[in-house]
Protein backbone atom coordinates (compact mmCIF):
# COMPACT_ATOMS: atom_id res chain seq x y z
CA UNK A 1 0.00 0.00 0.00
CA UNK A 2 1.95 3.69 -0.72
CA UNK A 3 1.34 6.42 1.14
CA UNK A 4 -1.41 7.87 -1.49
CA UNK A 5 -3.36 4.84 -0.71
CA UNK A 6 -3.23 5.40 3.51
CA UNK A 7 -3.78 8.95 3.16
CA UNK A 8 -7.06 8.13 1.05
CA UNK A 9 -8.39 5.95 3.39
CA UNK A 10 -7.54 7.54 6.65
CA UNK A 11 -9.68 10.39 5.12
CA UNK A 12 -12.63 8.88 4.12
CA UNK A 13 -12.23 6.75 7.53
CA UNK A 14 -12.36 10.21 8.98
CA UNK A 15 -15.39 11.33 6.67
CA UNK A 16 -17.57 8.27 7.80
CA UNK A 17 -16.82 8.47 11.53
CA UNK A 18 -17.88 11.84 11.30
CA UNK A 19 -20.99 11.51 9.57
CA UNK A 20 -22.30 8.46 10.95
CA UNK A 21 -24.00 10.20 13.91
CA UNK A 22 -25.96 12.61 12.05
CA UNK A 23 -26.92 9.64 9.14
CA UNK A 24 -27.87 7.41 12.12
CA UNK A 25 -29.88 10.15 14.01
CA UNK A 26 -31.99 10.57 10.99
CA UNK A 27 -33.26 6.92 10.75
CA UNK A 28 -35.61 5.12 13.03
CA UNK A 29 -34.69 1.54 14.13
CA UNK A 30 -36.54 -1.25 12.67
CA UNK A 31 -37.24 -4.80 14.21
CA UNK A 32 -39.90 -6.96 11.56
CA UNK A 33 -40.16 -10.72 11.37
CA UNK A 34 -41.12 -12.55 8.42
CA UNK A 35 -44.66 -13.26 9.21
CA UNK A 36 -45.33 -10.04 10.17
CA UNK A 37 -48.72 -8.55 9.16
CA UNK A 38 -47.17 -5.42 8.03
CA UNK A 39 -44.54 -6.69 5.23
CA UNK A 40 -45.77 -5.66 1.55
CA UNK A 41 -44.57 -8.56 0.03
CA UNK A 42 -45.00 -8.43 -4.09
CA UNK A 43 -44.40 -10.40 -7.16
CA UNK A 44 -40.66 -11.85 -7.54
CA UNK A 45 -39.59 -10.77 -11.60
CA UNK A 46 -38.17 -13.02 -14.08
CA UNK A 47 -36.61 -15.67 -13.59
CA UNK A 48 -37.75 -16.57 -10.01
CA UNK A 49 -40.50 -19.45 -10.01
CA UNK A 50 -44.06 -18.26 -10.00
CA UNK A 51 -45.77 -18.12 -6.76
CA UNK A 52 -42.42 -16.17 -5.56
CA UNK A 53 -43.05 -12.58 -3.67
CA UNK A 54 -40.41 -10.63 -1.84
CA UNK A 55 -40.34 -7.74 0.82
CA UNK A 56 -38.45 -4.96 1.51
CA UNK A 57 -37.16 -4.16 4.58
CA UNK A 58 -34.83 -1.35 4.54
CA UNK A 59 -33.36 0.89 1.58
CA UNK A 60 -34.43 1.15 -2.04
CA UNK A 61 -33.94 -1.50 -4.11
CA UNK A 62 -33.03 0.78 -7.20
CA UNK A 63 -30.13 1.85 -5.09
CA UNK A 64 -27.15 0.76 -2.79
CA UNK A 65 -27.51 -1.45 0.46
CA UNK A 66 -30.98 -2.79 0.05
CA UNK A 67 -32.15 -5.66 2.61
CA UNK A 68 -35.44 -7.53 1.54
CA UNK A 69 -37.11 -10.91 2.05
CA UNK A 70 -37.74 -13.46 -0.28
CA UNK A 71 -40.43 -15.95 -0.18
CA UNK A 72 -40.18 -18.99 -2.43
CA UNK A 73 -42.93 -21.49 -2.99
CA UNK A 74 -42.36 -25.24 -1.35
CA UNK A 75 -40.54 -27.46 -3.53
CA UNK A 76 -39.47 -24.53 -5.82
CA UNK A 77 -36.50 -24.35 -8.61
CA UNK A 78 -34.93 -21.23 -8.64
CA UNK A 79 -32.61 -21.45 -12.54
CA UNK A 80 -29.07 -20.13 -12.81
CA UNK A 81 -28.62 -16.42 -12.70
CA UNK A 82 -26.27 -13.58 -11.08
CA UNK A 83 -26.19 -10.49 -9.86
CA UNK A 84 -24.58 -7.50 -10.18
CA UNK A 85 -24.51 -7.19 -5.86
CA UNK A 86 -22.76 -9.34 -3.55
CA UNK A 87 -25.36 -10.71 -1.64
CA UNK A 88 -25.52 -11.64 2.21
CA UNK A 89 -28.00 -13.91 3.24
CA UNK A 90 -29.76 -16.13 6.31
CA UNK A 91 -32.15 -18.59 5.72
CA UNK A 92 -35.43 -17.67 7.95
CA UNK A 93 -38.07 -20.41 7.07
CA UNK A 94 -37.53 -23.84 5.26
CA UNK A 95 -34.64 -25.43 3.39
CA UNK A 96 -32.80 -24.78 0.33
CA UNK A 97 -29.79 -25.96 -1.58
CA UNK A 98 -27.98 -23.04 -3.16
CA UNK A 99 -25.40 -24.27 -6.14
CA UNK A 100 -22.33 -21.81 -7.20
CA UNK A 101 -20.76 -22.38 -10.41
CA UNK A 102 -17.83 -24.24 -9.86
CA UNK A 103 -18.78 -24.98 -6.06
CA UNK A 104 -20.43 -27.99 -4.21
CA UNK A 105 -24.23 -27.36 -3.15
CA UNK A 106 -24.63 -25.46 0.26
CA UNK A 107 -27.79 -26.99 2.10
CA UNK A 108 -29.41 -24.00 3.77
CA UNK A 109 -31.55 -24.94 7.07
CA UNK A 110 -32.96 -21.62 9.34
CA UNK A 111 -29.85 -19.81 10.89
CA UNK A 112 -28.02 -20.45 8.15
CA UNK A 113 -25.66 -17.61 6.65
CA UNK A 114 -24.50 -17.59 3.09
CA UNK A 115 -22.59 -15.14 1.01
CA UNK A 116 -23.13 -14.67 -2.70
CA UNK A 117 -19.94 -13.04 -4.11
CA UNK A 118 -21.07 -10.33 -7.14
CA UNK A 119 -21.26 -11.89 -10.63
CA UNK A 120 -21.30 -15.43 -9.80
CA UNK A 121 -24.10 -17.54 -11.39
CA UNK A 122 -25.52 -19.93 -8.86
CA UNK A 123 -29.24 -21.66 -8.44
CA UNK A 124 -30.94 -22.50 -5.60
CA UNK A 125 -33.66 -24.39 -4.71
CA UNK A 126 -36.28 -24.70 -1.64
CA UNK A 127 -36.73 -28.42 -0.97
CA UNK A 128 -39.10 -28.23 2.37
CA UNK A 129 -42.81 -28.81 1.91
CA UNK A 130 -43.10 -25.20 2.77
CA UNK A 131 -42.05 -21.73 1.72
CA UNK A 132 -38.33 -20.81 2.26
CA UNK A 133 -38.02 -17.08 3.49
CA UNK A 134 -34.45 -15.84 2.78
CA UNK A 135 -33.11 -12.68 3.96
CA UNK A 136 -31.21 -11.03 1.96
CA UNK A 137 -28.82 -8.14 1.95
CA UNK A 138 -27.13 -6.52 -0.94
CA UNK A 139 -24.34 -4.04 -1.41
CA UNK A 140 -25.21 -2.69 -5.25
CA UNK A 141 -28.95 -2.15 -6.68
CA UNK A 142 -31.31 -5.42 -6.80
CA UNK A 143 -31.21 -6.97 -10.01
CA UNK A 144 -30.93 -10.53 -11.26
CA UNK A 145 -29.96 -11.85 -14.50
CA UNK A 146 -30.54 -15.21 -16.27
CA UNK A 147 -27.67 -17.09 -17.19
CA UNK A 148 -27.33 -20.29 -19.47
CA UNK A 149 -26.38 -23.06 -18.36
CA UNK A 150 -22.47 -23.68 -20.21
CA UNK A 151 -22.85 -25.88 -23.40
CA UNK A 152 -26.97 -25.29 -23.07
Not at 111 to 116: D, E, F, L, R, W
Not at 131 to 150: H, K, N, S, W, Y
Request: hydrophobic letters at 45%.
Amino acid sequence: MNAKTVVVRVLLAGALMAASPIALAQEAALAIGAQSPDLKWSPCPDPLPKGCTMAVLHGDPARPNADLFLKLPARSKVPMHKHTSAERMVLVDGRMHVTYEGQDRAVLKPGTYAYGPAGKPHEAACVSRKPCILFIAFEQPVDIMAVGRPGG
